[in-house]
């Protein structure tokens, strides 16, 4: 799995549509300070799911959005789409490539798609679970990064270990099925309570 081509528009610095195309190989992508070298960074974590504006560089999420520069006016909306190779089905979908799309509007909108079909931030972070590109993975490393994991706390550590070890997705659902469990033992509850009330 490698990602192929990253589309951005009205992310932070880009106002205009970016095409960058990625080939096989290392990639590098220089330019002076302030250009927007972070902030393409930026814009794939968001696209994969990230929802902390603090992880974003941002303190609101529509931080994101183009704000205007001296030659163009803000924009209303931000757009990124990741494309990446599944020739080898890391993702069981059945198509050889897979694009996310991620949109925010100012009005607090937000938009989803897999492959240009509309759906949810849960679908995509459900997607990216156990593959190293889940929210917090490891595959990103920004500055201070490699810091932060050294000093961290054990369980936070254990976080990165597990999403390595592919098993974020079974204790994800694992807490899901519980909350199920709890949901369906409180109606069991109404019910009985219900029945002696009746009785
Ligand atoms: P450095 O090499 O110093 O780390 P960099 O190339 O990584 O810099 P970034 O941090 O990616 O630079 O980009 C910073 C620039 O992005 C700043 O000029 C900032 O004004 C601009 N920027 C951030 N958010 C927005 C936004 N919402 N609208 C317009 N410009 C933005």
Redesign the pocket.
């Known amino acids: 799995m490698s990602l192929k081509r990253i589309e951005i528009q009205g992310?932070?610095?880009f106002?205009d549509r970016v095409r960058l195309e990625l080939y096989p190989g290392l990639s590098v992508i220089v330019?002076?300070?302030?250009?927007?070298?972070?902030?393409?960074?930026?814009a794939i974590s968001w696209c994969l799911g990230e929802h902390r504006a603090s992880q974003l560089?941002?303190s609101r999420m529509e931080?994101?959005?183009?704000?205007?520069?001296d030659k163009r006016k803000?924009v209303g909306m931000a757009e990124v789409t990741l494309t990446l190779d599944n020739e080898t089905k890391t993702f069981p979908l059945p198509y050889e490539e897979i694009a996310v799309t991620r949109r925010l509007y100012r009005s607090g909108e937000s938009e989803f798609f897999i492959n240009k079909v509309p759906c949810r931030l849960k679908d995509i972070q459900a997607l990216f679970m156990d593959t190293g590109l889940g929210r917090g993975a490891y595959s990103l490393i920004g500055?201070g990064k490699v810091d932060e994991i050294l000093s961290s706390r054990p369980d936070e550590r254990r976080s990165v270990i597990e999403e390595a070890a592919g098993i974020v997705k079974y204790r994800y659902r694992k807490e899901e099925a519980l909350r199920k469990l709890a949901a369906a033992e409180q109606d069991l509850d109404r019910i009985s309570d219900i029945i002696n009330e009746l009785a």
């Open positions: 992310f932070k610095s106002g330019g002076p300070n302030g250009s927007g070298k972070s902030n393409i960074a930026d560089r941002g931080d994101i959005i183009f704000a205007g520069s803000p500055q």
